[in-house]
């Protein structure tokens, strides 16, 4: 297409040539025509002047002629000699004439002009002789070289002879040879001077058109070459142009046209970037902004010798509050935790000198509950573990909620450049590592990135696929906890808890397993092989001593509710196992419960439907009201591990552990102390009223043969003394 294009600047060339060329051709027509005009009428001026020559020469011999016959007739009819040579030679003497002959009747000469009359007597014999004996009135005859006037002489009617007057013609001849010379001259001359002004005019024409021609090209296509130059930089996202602003036609407005254009998609450009790089939410940069801007501010870093510190900052539990408390008290908390964060990265500034570089120092939020912080400087190991105990520090203070405060934990990664990572994105990703093993590490620290810490997620991907080999091959064994009846001391169930014996690294802490089952989505598997187990399992229970069924209490992951056939596949298992449905249990943590996600809240309806007990695991650290606890169908809660064990020593322990009693007694539902590990926490809880409990004291998990060891001790027996007989390795 380029190559076939014809530009404007070459057909304005073309157009102008064209017409220059029809100009020269014309003016080339006009030329010729004004010549060929010009010669003819030279011709026939030189022919008329020749004819009036000739004329004037025969009226010339004419008047000779007859002025000689008149004053001839009496001499020759005399016959006197001497007169008529008197006469003639008088004659022969003027201007043109060449000759006088004077002839008788009979054409014989009388007299030729001359002295001694050479000719006398002879008969006439030249080329007029004939005509002029004949002829009876005024006869004119032309030669070559001669006019020849012949008048006869004549007596009454009488002719008696005649006279011949003969004029040269070359006189005259010469005289037009040399007009017509000089007239030719004159008209060379002509020429040549219109030549020279009619050329000099078409070269002036010419200069002139090709000066237009090139001001003009000038005037329009170089503007509009530059036009263009200048839309390549808008597409690039240039938009500074420099434009003539002084131009005051149509190209000009074009131009400041074009000028303003630029400046308005320019401003557009600054804001849709504005836009497109802010978090609106927090008014920080965003995801975008931090992937745009991370390689120029490294490969300056780079230049410079200098260093860097990325901080991934990540929520613990952020999803609770939304869940718990509704999305618009979520925004509040990422809020003025965006601000605290702010305020953290500022205060490690020391110096007090505003510095340029500053403002590469990104603040970002990356996702949901993470944030990003990006620092600058030789000095950024210490500052980013600074800023890191600062962040930590500013978030223990409450932060402020629509109904109430809450105290959030954040667990903070570093990674450095280039000593971590060479790439923004490898360097994000360290960071990612590291903040994920702050998170494991009892979350609300914060780890700087070390190269082992690669290997630990490696190692998960490798405990993925160990993970799923196991759940195929049946590795996965379970081990159950007796849940007892503090009233009348004996046992009503089990907790179903499961256990990995990895061949090369031991045991494996289900915390560590189901996380990974989560991460890489084997938790439905996991969920169902539990559940599997434990129906089979309890099949082979002995009845209690006062001829009850025991019950099995499995975990769920909250994970698993999204699980739309969680509901019926549950069904299926129990059926399949011949198993009433209120003895197999399912406990959920407190916290995962209470979402408002729709999906989960009809996934625990069909539940409440098919008649499992729901318990809420872990309760008392979730955000849960009386409110949500009314509005599910729940069998119970189990008090968390954490007030069981403070109770002792912690008064508000112990507090909330009886208010929860309380409360589950004026709901009318169940309570199960978790973590009982001394007498004195199970006396207390006695007599607080708590219905059951469970715990190392009253028995660790143990596995099935265990179990069924422990159960078949009998009444006679101790609790106490039947867990000994029982122990099992746990815990380690
Ligand atoms: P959880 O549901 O809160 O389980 C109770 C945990 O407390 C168990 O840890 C148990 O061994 C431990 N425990 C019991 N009595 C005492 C005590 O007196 N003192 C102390 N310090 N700990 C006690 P375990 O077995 O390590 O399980 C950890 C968590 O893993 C469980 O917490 C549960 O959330 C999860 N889990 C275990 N098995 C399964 C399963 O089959 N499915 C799912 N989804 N999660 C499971
Ligand atoms: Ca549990
Ligand atoms: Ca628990």
């Not at 490690?348 to 007090?352: H, Q």
């Not at 939020?365 to 949901?368: D, L, S, T």
């Given at each position: 297409m380029r190559s076939s294009r014809i530009g404007l600047a070459t057909r304005l060339t073309l157009v102008m040539g064209m017409s220059l060329a029809a100009l020269i051709l014309v003016a080339g027509i006009g030329w010729w025509v004004y010549q060929r005009a010009f010669e003819t009428i030279a011709r026939s001026s030189l022919e008329t002047i020749t004819a009036l020559s000739e004329d004037s020469l025969a009226r010339q011999g004419k008047a000779a002629a007859s002025l000689l016959a008149k004053q001839l007739a009496n001499q020759v009819y005399f016959l006197d000699i001497g007169g008529i040579g008197r006469i003639t030679s008088a004659a022969v003497n003027r201007g043109d004439i060449e000759y006088v002959i004077v002839f008788d009747a009979q054409g014989s000469v009388l007299h030729d002009g001359t002295e001694d009359i050479g000719t006398f007597g002879q008969a006439m014999n030249d080329e007029f002789t004939p005509r002029a004996i004949a002829t009876t009135s005024t006869l004119v005859q032309t030669s070559d070289r001669l006019i020849d006037v012949t008048e006869p002489l004549m007596l009454g009617t009488e002719r008696i002879g005649g006279v011949r007057v003969g004029l040269n013609r070359d006189s005259s001849r010469t005289g037009l040879a040399r007009m017509e010379a000089d007239l030719r001259a004159q008209v060379l001359e002509h020429n040549r001077r219109t030549l020279l002004l009619f050329g000099g005019t078409l070269l002036a024409v010419l200069l002139l058109a090709g000066t237009i021609a090139f001001l003009s090209l000038r005037k329009v296509v170089q503007p509009l070459r530059e036009m263009v130059e200048h839309a390549r930089e808008i597409e690039q996202g240039r938009f500074q142009i420099a434009i003539d602003r002084r131009r005051r036609d149509e190209i000009g407005d074009l131009q400041q046209a074009f000028a303003r254009m630029s400046a308005s998609l320019g401003d557009y450009d600054r804001q849709i970037r504005a836009l497109a790089y802010r978090d609106t939410l927090t008014g920080l940069g965003n995801r975008r902004a931090l992937h745009d801007a991370l390689p120029l501010i490294f490969e300056r870093v780079r230049a410079e010798n200098s260093h860097a510190a990325l901080l991934f900052i990540d929520l613990d539990d952020f999803k609770r509050i939304n869940d718990t408390l509704g999305h618009e008290s979520g925004d509040r908390v990422l809020i003025q935790v965006a601000e605290r964060i702010v305020r953290a990265r500022n205060e490690?500034?020391?110096?007090?000198r505003i510095d340029a570089?500053?403002?590469?120092e990104i603040a970002a939020?990356?996702?949901?509950d993470e944030f990003v912080v990006l620092l600058l400087g030789s000095d950024v190991r210490e500052r980013a573990r600074h800023m890191a105990q600062l962040t930590l520090e500013l978030l223990r203070l409450p932060l402020m909620t629509e109904t109430r405060p809450v105290v959030l934990n954040v667990s903070i990664g570093i990674a450095l450049f280039p000593d971590d990572a060479d790439s923004a994105q490898s360097l994000l990703r360290n960071a990612d590592v590291a903040m994920y093993q702050a998170k494991l590490h009892g979350k609300n620290g914060h780890r700087f990135f070390n190269q082992h810490m690669l290997q630990v997620v490696e190692d998960r991907l490798g405990l993925e696929q160990d993970l799923r080999h196991a759940l195929q091959n049946n590795d996965l064994e379970m081990h159950y906890q007796p849940i007892i009846d503090?009233?009348?001391?004996?046992?009503t169930g089990a907790e179903a808890l499961m256990r990995w014996r990895h061949p090369e690294r031991g045991n494996v802490p289900p915390t560590l397993f189901v996380a990974v089952a989560e991460e890489f989505g084997l938790i439905d598997q996991l969920g169902e092989y539990a559940l599997r187990r434990a129906c089979r399992d309890i099949r082979t229970w002995p009845l209690r001593p006062d001829g009850q069924a025991l019950f099995v209490s499995v975990n769920f992951s909250v994970r698993q509710l999204k699980q739309r056939s969680l509901a019926g596949r549950i069904a299926e298992v129990l059926e399949a196992a011949g198993l009433p449905a209120e003895r197999v249990h399912i406990e959920l943590t407190e916290s995962s419960l209470l979402g408002n996600d729709a999906e989960s809240m009809s996934t625990l309806a069909a539940l409440a439907r098919i008649g499992v007990p729901l318990w809420l695991d872990d309760f008392g650290t979730g955000f849960s009201g009386l409110a949500h606890l009314r509005a599910l169908t729940v069998e119970g809660v189990k008090i968390d591990r954490s007030f069981i064990q403070e109770m002792l020593n912690s008064r508000s322990d112990r507090a909330l552990a009886t208010a929860i009693v309380a409360l589950t007694r004026s709901l009318g539902i169940r309570c199960i102390a978790e973590g009982v590990e001394q007498e004195e926490q199970m006396h207390a809880l006695k007599e607080m009223g708590c219905e059951l409990a469970q715990g190392y004291w009253l028995g660790y998990p143990m596995s099935l043969a265990d179990f069924m060891l422990y159960l078949g001790?009998?009444?006679?027996?101790s609790l106490r003394d039947s867990l000994r007989a029982a122990q099992s390795s746990e815990p380690s």
């Open positions: 490690t500034r020391l110096d007090e570089g500053w403002d590469d939020r990356f996702g949901g503090l009233g009348s001391s004996t046992v001790a009998g009444p006679g027996s």
